[in-house]
């Protein structure tokens, strides 16, 4: 499965950014999709996800500010993200996992937050 991910960029505080993930197969045939980052120095998290059945998870400190969501038409899974804080920054990946357990892994995009 290959992943395109986008909408990275520089934002204030308090702004927002849309991520953008394209995938290349179905989405339904897909058993999760999910959104990680990484900060500088720091360990690759899970930020948001959707899961089978369809159900969200949130990292806590991403909870009422981040929506991930998914559009069939355009086989996408996106990372609409709103009151961004500085310790938002960190390049964010999208992640899938086939009913296989084949995992694939984006090229990551930046996102960067000032204060």
């Known amino acids: 499965v290959q992943l395109q991910a986008s909408g990275g960029g520089l934002v204030q505080a308090g702004g927002s950014l849309r991520l953008s993930c394209v995938v290349s197969?179905?989405?339904?045939?897909?058993?999760?999709r999910e959104w990680y980052r990484q900060a500088p120095g720091k360990q690759r998290e899970l930020v948001a996800a959707?899961?089978?059945?369809?159900?969200?998870n949130y990292a806590d400190s991403v909870k009422g500010r981040f929506t991930i969501s998914r559009d069939i038409a355009k086989n996408t899974v996106n990372l609409q993200m709103d009151n961004l804080k500085p310790e938002d920054t960190g390049t964010y990946y999208c992640?899938?996992?086939?009913?296989?357990?084949?995992?694939?892994w984006g090229q990551g995009t930046l996102v960067t937050v000032s204060s």
């Open positions: 992640h899938v996992r086939s009913w296989g357990n084949e995992d694939s």
């Open positions: 959707i899961i089978p059945g369809g159900n969200r």
């Open positions: 197969r179905n989405i339904f045939s897909l058993n999760t």
